[in-house]
């Protein structure tokens, strides 16, 4: 009888043991599964599976840094050595230094042991050593088609971290602005001419440039319609904007935030250039080189950069 309760009490308890221990495999099954969600991006460069939600992300692009700041989302390491102003706080002991926006420090982005790496055209190059390290995507934005490819990272960045919705609302107030701005150049007949100061030299952008989406997309007439779409733009003197004399000269300063001797509206604003409208008229614009240089693409920097461009026309 003794023998019997024995084996009774034996076997209840290895049943209780054999509950607990299916309880705790369910458990540990249901944290793997969530641990290895992910979804299936599409780029410029590829295709990449990313965790969903990742807690570790190494980021180059700033228009992307500035969008996950906007969210609320943190990340592990940035580039620090060109960060705009309005992004300074990323420049603390909380982020990672991931090396420059050219050379990154491969090394370091390793040790961080990220889940997921993003970069655009100045990493593009590196896509290969990067993706070595961790599931790499290309969030560049395309000039050609600025707001698209625009609208696409940030649809990207809504299923990678759950953000849809925020996402939609944000880009919705970007548009309704847009369509502000273009109500106001719909017929426009005064022409505008972009240029980037370069310390002593100035490059100037048409449509389908790295700045065009001021014609393409906002809709300002260009005083030169035969400019080649590049991302260094084309060399110019100022004989070449008296020339084209336009009725309003957008300027972005490249030297105001990458270092140099000569500011922009010394190179501009010269003997030549103050024989054109745009100077007779006080319509030349010093455009923030944060926002159009550093983080194009951005929640932040394109909201900014419409509104620019429609207190130019006010």
Not at 135 to 156: A, C, Q, W
Not at 251 to 262: E, F, I, K, S
């Amino acid at each position: 009888m003794k023998k019997l309760l024995w084996l009774i009490s034996i076997a209840a308890i290895l049943a209780v043991l054999t509950a607990c221990g299916a309880e705790n495999n369910e458990e540990t099954s249901a944290e793997e599964k969530e641990e290895k969600e992910t979804v299936t991006i599409e780029h410029e460069l590829g295709e990449t599976e990313v965790p969903v939600n990742p807690e570790n992300a190494v980021v180059f692009d700033y228009g992307i840094l500035d969008s996950l700041d906007y969210l609320g989302i943190d990340v592990a390491g940035v580039s620090k050595t060109a960060l705009p102003d309005y992004l300074a706080h990323y420049d603390s002991d909380d982020y990672e230094n991931i090396g420059s926006l050219k050379e990154p420090d491969f090394e370091k982005i390793a040790e961080i042991d990220p889940d997921v790496i993003i970069i655009s055209a100045r990493q593009a190059s590196l896509y290969d050593q990067l993706s070595e390290i961790a599931p790499t995507i290309h969030l560049g934005v395309d000039p050609t088609r600025y707001m698209d490819s625009f609208k696409e990272n940030m649809n990207k960045l809504g299923k990678i971290y759950g953000k849809t919705e925020e996402i939609e609302e944000a880009v919705t107030e970007i548009e309704d602005s847009i369509a502000e701005l273009t109500e106001k150049t719909q017929g426009m007949e005064e022409e505008g001419l972009i240029i980037l100061a370069n310390d002593d030299k100035m490059s100037a952008y048409g449509p389908s440039s790295r700045f065009g989406l001021i014609h393409d997309v906002f809709g300002v007439p260009a005083s030169d319609e035969g400019i080649e779409a590049s991302t260094h733009g084309m060399n110019i003197s100022p004989e070449y904007v008296m020339e084209q004399d336009p009725d309003l000269l957008y300027v972005v300063d490249r030297a105001a935030v990458v270092g140099g001797d000569t500011s922009a509206q010394q190179l501009v604003e010269n003997e030549l250039t103050k024989n054109t409208k745009a100077y007779q008229k006080d319509q030349i614009y010093y455009l923030s080189p944060d926002y159009w240089y550093l983080s194009g693409g951005g929640l932040v920097s394109v909201k900014e950069m419409v509104n620019e461009i429609k207190a130019s026309l006010e």
